[in-house]
């Protein structure tokens, strides 16, 4: 089993900046892609960024050049740096991992979401 928890969601102005932590913990042999994605009140969620193992990102184009996704192999963690916050990007950040356990199974594991809150 993989736990992924997600950290830290707040109230912030707009223009403001944040970074989300998302830490695995659990039967995990590798951590392959990894990714952000949100989800706004009444609306379906979408990705926001994906980062592969060796570090190639993806980003969706409303994002682009104002977040960045990272991460810390070693501590089994991806990070979401926003600047440039507007309403728009007010939504629960859900994390997402595609793990390999040790038994050589792959399967995909969320958090249970961190909410972030624009203010005009």
């Known amino acids: 089993q993989v736990q992924l928890v997600e950290s830290g969601g707040a109230l912030v102005q707009a223009g403001g900046s944040l970074r989300l932590s998302c830490a695995a913990s659990g039967s995990i042999l590798r951590l392959n892609v990894m990714g952000w994605y949100r989800q706004a009140p009444g609306k379906q969620r979408e990705l926001v960024a994906v980062i592969t193992s060796g570090g190639s990102t993806n980003y969706a184009d409303s994002v682009k050049g104002r977040f960045t996704i990272s991460r810390d192999n070693a501590k089994n963690t991806v990070y979401l740096h926003m600047n440039g916050l507007n309403p728009e990007d007010t939504a629960v950040y859900y994390c997402?991992?595609?793990?390999?356990?040790?038994?050589?199974?792959?399967?995909?594991?969320w958090g249970q979401g961190t909410l972030v809150t624009v203010s005009s």
């Open positions: 997402n991992a595609r793990v390999t356990t040790p038994f050589m199974a792959t399967l995909g594991a």
